[in-house]
């Protein structure tokens, strides 16, 4: 399944899973601490990773910064007791 999302103005951003994008993401958000499992629910969604990296420079631990940053229309993502350890 493909996700589509159209900004405000008119931008298209098509994240399908398996992508170079979607795997870019996964794998920054590891090397900013994120667990395998988080760093792949963080990277499906539509949060900016660099608001969250934002975020982790300004001082806040990633889940704030998830908890920050994540989609409104979605369920708060709830991480792993291994990515209270990387921190």
């Not at 399944?1 to 951003?13: C, E, P, W």
């Not at 870019?24 to 949060?47: P, Y």
């Amino acid at each position: 399944m493909i996700k589509t999302t159209a900004s405000m103005d008119d931008t298209v951003i098509i994240r399908a899973p398996g992508s170079e994008e979607i795997k870019w993401r996964t794998r920054r958000m590891v090397s900013l601490g994120a667990d395998a499992e988080f760093a792949a629910k963080i990277a499906d969604s539509d949060a900016d990773v660099h608001d969250i990296e934002r975020l982790l420079k300004a001082g806040c631990t990633l889940e704030l910064a998830w908890t920050i940053v994540r989609p409104v229309d979605k369920p708060p993502i709830v991480a792993s007791a291994a990515a209270d350890d990387a921190g």
